[in-house]
């Protein structure tokens, strides 16, 4: 027994470099290039001290230097702030863009997320300043006898947007705030989403890292039998846990959590999910043959640190609206867009909500258990429009929800979908887990019809069945039989008979347009059900 803990030992060893921390003349560098905006000096130099050594056969082995938190904060904004963004002139953007999420990515999978201490990078906790340490930088200078503290103080001090009032931690109120404004731009903001796209994209890296990283200190300590088997610690520090802290126990707070996956560009979204930095959605009026007007370098200089008019001046004249781009029915009227931003809007929501069920699954206590998160969840996807509902729950090569995650939360919306009169699968089998057989789709799934008569609704619990006989067929050995293709057909003409739509509805022919739009994805989802079990005959046999 001891033999196979030996050969799985090497997998714990750690993917990262051990950090070295840069001297107080690097550490002054990397500073006065970013107090002095020069910003693609800053990364050229920080991202040379990060990839030292790489080519070392040892790499491994060998050290590197780890950049400050506070640093790798301000590098981080300028992939999403306005100003360094759709806000710059389009020759300044792609490349300050492209080097600062090379650097952020090489940071992360170079260093790591603790080595790299971006738990300290990326929190959102408040800053500690007071209004006696904010002096200009010709008094700090002359200042010989400044405390430690002055000194710790110094060290966050930067002239800059992205420093000050735009720091990001200053304009969100948390991180659910920044992904439901970056979700709401897949919908309404296309341009301001595809900035917001790659920064949810890369915290989302982080904190998967982050989690898995803690999970692999916990195990090697238990290994070592420094804590107990159910014991956690590093894992509950994680950055994860600290963005869920304040949801914690508070049932308003987790579901607002949970709909920031699903900000959907409507009003109510917006109101909930505001914009992040103020006028962000404002475009740069660049006319042919003119050039921004700057701000004199020589009069920024003895600038105070928390005066944001030390940044380079922009004339709101500079600025135009951002016409939004929302999607608009037949008839010009503002509705929800029924893909929710495309696929990619639709890979990052999957993630989220990979991550809520992991939380949920390994540590309840730090936000609550899996069928309150699912419960959450369902109220939410209940009301999508029937193609993004699909996007979210197809079994594609392209989905981000792990087999288990979705295995589990599809079994439990047909549970809420369909009516108290189907069986339940543990009255049909005994399991301890939610694993699909072949017998509970036939008796519990395949054959019903939603709770009721709408449209969307029967589509909905259609493409869940589908969904799930597709996973199944990929997992398991199915075997053609009467009674499968019996469930199969008498679920499709159960859901389509039943699907009779809200004759009460008298809003002329957009609720009408929608209704058969509706209709015909149940009809493609049925037939294709039907196609599925034509290849389970074709291709295993039966009876």
């Not at 702030?81 to 953007?93: C, L, M, V």
């Not at 301001?192 to 915290?203: A, G, I």
């Not at 992040?276 to 003895?302: A, I, Y």
């Not at 899996?370 to 594609?396: N, Q, R, T, W």
Request: net charge negative.
């Amino acid at each position: 027994m001891s033999e196979p803990a030996t050969q799985a030992a090497p997998a714990q060893e750690s993917p990262y470099r051990d950090a070295i921390q840069l001297t107080d003349e690097m550490r002054q560098h990397c500073h006065i290039y970013l107090d002095e905006q020069l910003y693609i000096g800053a990364l050229t130099l920080l991202s040379g001290l990060v990839t030292s050594g790489a080519s070392h056969p040892q790499l491994l082995a060998k050290p590197t230097f780890a950049p400050e938190p506070f640093h790798i904060e301000l590098i981080s904004a300028l992939l999403i702030h306005p100003r360094h963004t759709n806000q710059a002139h389009p020759n300044e953007r792609l490349e300050l863009a492209s080097r600062s999420i090379a650097f952020l990515r090489n940071t992360l999978s170079i260093l790591g997320p603790l080595n790299a201490r971006l738990g300290d990078a990326f929190s959102f906790s408040p800053i500690n300043t007071t209004r006696s340490s904010r002096r200009n930088r010709n008094t700090l200078e002359n200042d010989g006898d400044s405390s430690s503290s002055d000194a710790e103080d110094r060290s966050e001090r930067t002239r800059g947007v992205i420093a000050n009032k735009g720091r990001l931690r200053r304009c969100a109120k948390d991180f659910w705030h920044v992904v439901g404004w970056a979700l709401n731009c897949s919908v309404k903001y296309p341009r301001r989403w595809k900035y917001w796209k790659v920064w949810l994209d890369f915290m989302l890296d982080v904190l998967d890292a982050d989690w898995k990283e803690r999970e692999r200190q916990d195990e090697l300590a238990r290994a070592n039998e420094n804590i107990g088997q159910e014991e956690k610690p590093l894992l509950r520090k994680c950055l994860l846990v600290e963005y869920l802290s304040e949801a914690k126990g508070r049932s308003s707070s987790m579901k607002r959590v949970v709909r920031s996956a699903f900000a959907d560009g409507s009003p109510g979204s917006l109101k909930e999910f505001p914009e992040v930095f103020p006028n962000e959605t404002k475009e740069l009026k660049v006319q042919s043959g003119q050039k921004r007007k700057r701000e004199d370098p020589r009069k920024q200089h003895f600038a105070a640190y928390d005066d944001d008019d030390a940044e380079t001046a922009m004339d709101s004249s500079e600025l135009t609206d951002q016409t939004p781009e929302p999607f608009q029915d037949a008839e010009n009227t503002l509705a929800v867009d029924p893909w929710l931003g495309g696929t990619e809007s639709i890979a990052l929501r999957q993630r989220l909500l990979a991550t809520f069920s992991r939380v949920a699954a390994i540590l309840p206590d730090c936000l609550t258990d899996c069928v309150e998160i699912y419960d959450m969840i369902y109220e939410c996807v209940k009301p999508l429009p029937v193609p993004a509902f699909s996007l979210h729950f197809s079994p594609s090569s392209s989905s981000q929800l792990p087999i288990i995650v979705f295995v589990s939360l599809t079994q439990f919306l047909l549970l809420r979908f369909l009516p108290g009169s189907a069986p339940r699968p543990d009255s049909i089998v005994d399991r301890e887990n939610d694993d699909l057989s072949q017998e509970v789709l036939e008796k519990c799934f395949l054959p019903f019809p939603a709770n009721t008569s709408s449209v969307a609704d029967n589509a909905k619990v259609s493409i869940l069945v589908e969904s799930q006989f597709r996973q199944f067929l990929k997992s398991c050995r199915c075997f053609h039989t009467r009674t499968l293709g019996a469930a199969i057909e008498k679920g499709i003409l159960a859901r389509e008979s039943k699907s009779k739509g809200d004759k009460r509805r008298k809003d002329g022919g957009v609720r009408a347009k929608d209704e058969e739009s509706d209709r015909e994805w149940l009809r493609a989802s049925g037939e294709r059900l039907r196609n599925l079990l034509l290849w389970v005959e074709q291709n295993n046999g039966g009876d």
